[in-house]
């Protein structure tokens, strides 16, 4: 898959570069809803012998528009976008940088510049894509507006137990830590990347060494607690418990981090990237009145996590 980075206005003529079937979206989380509308992009790219290929913008409009939240947390940032639509078998994904001149676009501008203007035959994106300025553009008006450049086909809401599957679902799961039901909407386990750091090594003084992991800064948190996860490291898939927080038990104020104690491991993995996939919550967390009585919770957590892989 090639990357290509556009930021308005771009330089790039239709005729340099392939005819191409288009999936237009955000796609933070690459979701269920998300893969079908690249999948089908993919698919008719296959059968119309055309380039297939991704247009997502960076960073979140919400960002460059200057609405309440100045910073925002990804479930998919870039690189790890980048990774999952090669999965997929994308040709080429197209990075818009989002600022301001380009969110004044107007709907044909859009048009005219990054559709036309980049060779697409066909697009494809969900029944709610907008485009343009203010969001005004939107698929019931666009094929028209294209006057035969292209044709399209508009993705219908996907649901599961009623809901549609969308990013905001998934967001506000992973802020009550329910990471047990994400797979069903995202069609994987949630899972976050970071380098292993050192830490208070307060896990290996009772007896549970840890690896403390520091997410890249893009990344949204599941909520504290505590968690069976995988984690991997240096091309393996490691089972083990993972807690998210601040250790009220030592510490009455500190920053929440991410300390994961794998089972059976003991190899030294300080600096070493790794990926924590976050499988089934276990409990909150919580303070103890002791050391004793914070290390026989830790020995019945460690136990749940056996036991789920186990039952696996």
């Known amino acids: 898959m090639k990357t290509i980075t556009l930021t308005h206005p771009h330089q790039f ?13 955000y796609f933070d989380g690459l979701h269920l809803g998300h893969q079908k509308v690249i999948g ?31 910073h925002v947390s990804y479930l998919t940032p870039i690189e790890k976008k980048e990774e999952l639509l090669r999965e997929l078998g994308i040709d080429i994904f197209y990075l818009v940088e989002f600022n301001e001149e380009f969110a004044s676009l107007s709907p044909m501008s859009f048009i005219q510049e990054y559709l036309i203007g980049l060779h697409v035959k066909h697009v494809v994106a969900g029944f709610d894509y907008t485009y343009g300025k203010y ?7 666009m094929e028209e507006s294209a006057g035969g ?29 329910n990471v047990d039901a994400i797979p069903e909407y995202l069609g ?21 060494p840890t690896a403390n992991v520091e997410p890249a800064p893009e990344y949204l948190i599941p909520a504290n607690g505590v968690y069976i996860v995988q984690a991997e490291v240096d091309g393996q898939r490691l089972n083990g418990v993972a807690n998210i927080g601040t250790k009220p038990t030592f510490h ?43 290390v026989k919770q830790i020995g019945a957590d460690k136990q749940a996590g056996l036991n789920y892989f186990y039952e696996k």
């Open 13 to 25: 003529n239709k005729n340099d570069l392939p005819p191409t079937v288009m999936a237009l979206g």
């Open 40 to 70: 089908t992009a993919s698919a008719i790219a296959r059968q119309e012998k055309l380039t297939s290929a991704v247009m997502s913008f960076h960073p979140h409009p919400s960002v460059v528009l200057g609405k309440k939240e100045a």
């Open 135 to 141: 969001g005004k553009g939107n698929m019931a008006v």
């Open 149 to 177: 450049a292209f044709s399209q086909t508009v993705i219908e809401k996907l649901e599961r137990n009623g809901q549609k599957i969308s990013s905001t679902l998934i967001r506000n799961l992973l802020k009550d830590g």
């Open 188 to 208: 994987r386990p949630y899972s976050i990347s970071g380098k292993v750091v050192h830490g208070e090594s307060r896990g290996t003084s009772i007896g549970f």
């Open 252 to 294: 009455e104020e500190r920053e929440a981090s991410i300390e994961v104690h794998l089972f059976d491991f003991s190899s030294n993995i300080y600096g070493k990237d790794v990926e924590v996939h976050w499988l089934s919550r276990i409990r909150d967390e919580k303070k103890f009145e002791s050391v004793d009585a914070l």
